[in-house]
């Protein structure tokens, strides 16, 4: 029964991820409300209120669901650092709406603490294996990264 609670959860949360970047095609972040994302998302306002608490949240539980584009696989390129950057961009570029977003409403500092933990998290292997040791290499890497995007 819980895993059928989470899946279901998982999928909500989907749901409202999902709305919500169409709904920023043609509005602004600060003029959605959670009853226009909940119908758009066929979901309950509770539904909501369960999983964020505010809109940008959906944003960045989004890019994290879908691991900022990294998508794991056998590909001996994915292991190639310039073909792990490389990801990162394309998923930039597919989403750009929620990148102006993040810009517009300044919240910069988030997403570089989104991407760092993400970095660390799934990639500290790769990183290493060029040279990049410290926390502070990491972090500096995801500046750059976040200095070309923005």
């Avoid at 990639?123 to 500046?143: D, H, K, Q, R, T």
Wanted: charged share 20%; proline share 3%; with cysteine.
């Amino acid at each position: 029964m819980k895993n059928n609670v989470n899946s279901q959860n998982e999928l909500s949360r989907q749901w409202m991820q999902l709305a919500l970047i169409e709904l920023l095609k043609t509005k602004d972040l600060d003029d959605i409300t959670v009853s226009e994302l909940t119908k758009k998302a066929g979901v309950a306002r509770v539904t909501f209120y369960r999983n964020y608490v505010s809109l940008a949240d959906i944003i960045f539980d989004y890019m994290k669901m879908q691991n900022f584009g990294l998508v794991p696989n056998s590909n001996p390129l994915s292991q190639y650092l310039p073909y792990f950057i490389r990801s990162y961009f394309i998923f930039f570029q597919d989403h750009l709406v929620l990148f102006k977003c993040i810009k517009k409403h300044a919240l910069i500092d988030r997403l570089y603490s989104a991407l760092t933990e993400q970095i660390t998290n799934n990639a500290y292997m790769l990183i290493a294996s060029y040279g990049f040791e410290s926390p502070y290499e990491v972090s500096a890497l995801v500046g750059m990264f976040s200095k070309i995007l923005m």
